[in-house]
């Protein structure tokens, strides 16, 4: 069982950065690929960036060159750094963690079995 909890949204001018924590429990997470999607309202959720236990990474195309995905495996952590943000990064933020052990990074949602609560991100213009 793999338990998230988000951490580090606000409220942040265009331009400006955040960086997005997820922390977890279990002692196997560091043999999952987590992945971070957002919500916006009104909006399905999306894909945004993953992490495969090998480190291996892949970013959604609207965040690419913006966002960095890493992972503290001693930690259980991962982080999503946040850089020139838009406001259209505007979203609810969610972490998860993939379905089995040592599977493959997906930017499909339906992939992913454990899920945090989220976290806020508001970017104003």
């Known amino acids: 069982q793999v338990q998230l909890v988000e951490s580090g949204g606000g409220l942040v001018q265009a331009g400006g950065s955040l960086r997005l924590s997820c922390a977890a429990s279990?002692?196997?997470?560091?043999?999952?690929?987590v992945g971070w999607f957002r919500q916006a309202p009104g909006e399905e959720r999306t894909f945004v960036a993953a992490?495969?236990?090998?480190?291996?990474?892949n970013y959604a195309d609207s965040v690419k060159g913006r966002f960095t995905i890493s992972r503290d495996s001693a930690k259980n952590m991962v982080y999503l750094q946040m850089n020139s943000l838009k406001p259209e990064d505007t979203a609810i933020y969610y972490c998860?963690?993939?379905?089995?052990?040592?599977?493959?990074?997906?930017?499909?949602?339906?992939?992913?079995?454990?899920w945090g609560q989220g976290t806020q991100v508001t970017v104003s213009s």
């Open positions: 992490i495969r236990f090998t480190g291996w990474t």
């Open positions: 279990g002692h196997t997470f560091s043999t999952y690929a």
């Open positions: 998860a963690a993939r379905d089995l052990p040592y599977s493959a990074t997906s930017a499909n949602l339906r992939d992913y079995k454990y």
